[in-house]
């Protein structure tokens, strides 16, 4: 199984990410965790609170596939923030840019089926870009 480690380093974090190929079970559970993402923007948005589209994006597609696409992580230090895969939407949304930017590198190199496509830019079975 293919894995990526990432380091990220700074005042608020010391940590070791470990993302992971996923297999059918991985796949299933961040498709669940997608759709229940879109409930809770539904109830968000029933209660009157919008969101950003950025922010839609982040929740409906980054926070679960980070959080499902993590075999591990390592806190190195303590006396910082610690990360874990169960984390909050606040918290997600919370993260540095470049450690985001780093972890959804990894688990798109691990993951190329969960990059999103954009209308025309389907990939033929079989072919490899």
Do not use: H
């Amino acid at each position: 199984m293919k894995t990526q480690i990432i380091e990220y380093r700074d005042d608020e974090y010391d940590v070791v990410i470990t993302v992971k190929q996923a297999t059918l079970a991985d796949g299933l559970r961040r498709q669940a965790k997608i759709a229940e993402m879109v409930e809770t923007l539904k109830k968000e948005e029933a209660q009157g609170e919008t969101r950003s589209l950025i922010e839609r994006f982040a929740i409906l597609r980054l926070f679960p596939e980070c959080t499902i696409g993590t075999a591990n992580i390592e806190n190195r230090d303590a006396n910082k923030k610690q990360l874990s895969t169960e984390m909050s939407i606040a918290d997600f949304l919370e993260l540095p840019e470049a450690l985001v930017v780093m972890w959804q590198t990894a688990i798109y190199a691990c993951n190329p089926q969960w990059i999103l496509k954009m209308e025309g830019e389907a990939q033929e079975p079989g072919k490899k870009n």
